[in-house]
Protein backbone atom coordinates (compact mmCIF):
# COMPACT_ATOMS: atom_id res chain seq x y z
CA UNK A 1 0.00 0.00 0.00
CA UNK A 2 1.39 3.18 -1.37
CA UNK A 3 1.70 6.08 0.89
CA UNK A 4 3.28 9.26 -0.85
CA UNK A 5 3.66 13.25 0.41
CA UNK A 6 6.20 15.22 -1.77
CA UNK A 7 5.02 18.57 0.62
CA UNK A 8 5.25 21.10 -2.41
CA UNK A 9 1.63 21.15 -3.28
CA UNK A 10 2.20 20.58 -6.85
CA UNK A 11 0.23 17.09 -7.08
CA UNK A 12 -3.92 16.80 -5.89
CA UNK A 13 -2.80 13.72 -3.94
CA UNK A 14 -0.22 15.87 -1.99
CA UNK A 15 -3.34 19.03 -1.75
CA UNK A 16 -5.60 16.37 -0.27
CA UNK A 17 -2.88 14.56 2.40
CA UNK A 18 -2.35 18.26 2.85
CA UNK A 19 -6.22 19.30 3.77
CA UNK A 20 -6.51 16.20 5.82
CA UNK A 21 -3.22 16.23 7.90
CA UNK A 22 -2.08 13.07 6.52
CA UNK A 23 1.49 13.82 6.06
CA UNK A 24 3.50 11.09 7.85
CA UNK A 25 3.70 7.42 6.43
CA UNK A 26 2.70 5.57 9.66
CA UNK A 27 0.86 8.72 11.23
CA UNK A 28 -2.10 8.86 9.64
CA UNK A 29 -5.45 10.65 10.75
CA UNK A 30 -7.38 7.37 10.59
CA UNK A 31 -8.32 5.92 14.00
CA UNK A 32 -5.65 3.08 13.66
CA UNK A 33 -3.21 5.58 13.51
CA UNK A 34 -2.59 4.71 9.78
CA UNK A 35 -2.74 6.56 6.34
CA UNK A 36 -4.78 6.65 3.67
CA UNK A 37 -3.69 4.43 0.17
CA UNK A 38 -2.62 7.10 -2.64
CA UNK A 39 -5.01 4.46 -4.32
CA UNK A 40 -7.86 5.24 -1.83
CA UNK A 41 -7.20 9.47 -2.34
CA UNK A 42 -6.61 8.83 -6.15
CA UNK A 43 -10.08 7.19 -6.16
CA UNK A 44 -11.47 9.87 -4.30
CA UNK A 45 -9.89 12.32 -6.41
CA UNK A 46 -11.52 10.44 -9.60
CA UNK A 47 -14.95 9.97 -8.07
CA UNK A 48 -15.53 13.39 -6.64
CA UNK A 49 -14.27 15.30 -9.59
CA UNK A 50 -11.93 17.78 -8.07
CA UNK A 51 -9.25 17.49 -5.14
CA UNK A 52 -11.42 20.04 -3.28
CA UNK A 53 -14.18 17.72 -2.82
CA UNK A 54 -11.73 14.58 -2.71
CA UNK A 55 -10.85 16.24 0.95
CA UNK A 56 -14.75 16.62 1.89
CA UNK A 57 -15.43 13.10 0.98
CA UNK A 58 -11.52 12.04 2.90
CA UNK A 59 -13.15 14.13 5.90
CA UNK A 60 -16.55 12.11 4.93
CA UNK A 61 -14.19 8.84 5.79
CA UNK A 62 -13.21 10.01 8.47
CA UNK A 63 -16.64 11.11 10.14
CA UNK A 64 -17.31 7.33 9.39
CA UNK A 65 -14.62 5.82 10.90
CA UNK A 66 -14.93 7.61 14.10
CA UNK A 67 -18.44 7.08 14.13
CA UNK A 68 -18.32 3.55 16.37
CA UNK A 69 -15.71 4.62 18.49
CA UNK A 70 -16.62 5.73 22.18
CA UNK A 71 -15.40 8.33 24.46
CA UNK A 72 -13.11 6.85 27.58
CA UNK A 73 -10.84 7.50 30.63
CA UNK A 74 -8.54 5.72 32.32
CA UNK A 75 -7.49 7.69 35.41
CA UNK A 76 -6.69 11.79 34.45
CA UNK A 77 -6.25 10.80 30.67
CA UNK A 78 -9.51 10.85 28.33
CA UNK A 79 -10.21 10.21 25.05
CA UNK A 80 -13.03 12.39 23.40
CA UNK A 81 -13.39 10.24 19.81
CA UNK A 82 -16.75 11.81 19.74
CA UNK A 83 -15.11 15.31 19.57
CA UNK A 84 -13.12 14.00 16.94
CA UNK A 85 -15.52 12.48 14.95
CA UNK A 86 -17.70 15.75 15.33
CA UNK A 87 -15.05 18.25 14.28
CA UNK A 88 -14.57 15.49 11.25
CA UNK A 89 -18.26 16.33 10.13
CA UNK A 90 -18.10 19.59 10.58
CA UNK A 91 -14.75 19.93 8.37
CA UNK A 92 -16.70 17.64 5.65
CA UNK A 93 -19.80 20.14 5.91
CA UNK A 94 -17.54 23.18 5.66
CA UNK A 95 -15.83 21.71 2.42
CA UNK A 96 -19.14 20.36 1.05
CA UNK A 97 -20.65 23.77 1.06
CA UNK A 98 -17.46 25.55 -0.09
CA UNK A 99 -17.20 22.91 -3.19
CA UNK A 100 -19.79 20.92 -3.51
CA UNK A 101 -20.62 17.31 -4.42
CA UNK A 102 -19.44 15.03 -6.56
CA UNK A 103 -19.21 15.47 -10.17
CA UNK A 104 -19.77 11.45 -10.80
CA UNK A 105 -20.99 8.66 -9.33
CA UNK A 106 -21.12 5.17 -9.78
CA UNK A 107 -24.48 4.67 -7.78
CA UNK A 108 -27.80 6.09 -7.59
CA UNK A 109 -28.65 8.88 -9.80
CA UNK A 110 -26.73 12.08 -11.70
CA UNK A 111 -27.87 14.77 -13.94
CA UNK A 112 -28.24 13.99 -17.16
CA UNK A 113 -27.21 17.17 -20.20
CA UNK A 114 -29.52 17.73 -22.83
CA UNK A 115 -28.22 17.47 -26.66
CA UNK A 116 -30.73 18.23 -28.57
CA UNK A 117 -29.07 20.99 -30.96
CA UNK A 118 -29.43 23.37 -29.27
CA UNK A 119 -29.15 23.18 -25.43
CA UNK A 120 -25.71 21.10 -25.05
CA UNK A 121 -24.54 22.88 -22.58
CA UNK A 122 -27.85 22.93 -20.15
CA UNK A 123 -28.74 20.24 -17.62
CA UNK A 124 -31.54 18.71 -18.09
CA UNK A 125 -33.19 19.36 -14.34
CA UNK A 126 -32.30 22.73 -15.19
CA UNK A 127 -35.01 23.27 -17.65
Given at each position: M???????????LDKVRFYINDKVASSGPLPSG????????EGLITTEGSWERAV???FEVL??????LVDFAIGPRKESLSQTRDTFKDLADDWR????TATTST?????MTRV????????ADDV
Open positions: AFTYVGDLSTDTNFTDAELAGATSAYAGTKYGVGTRADGYSNDVA
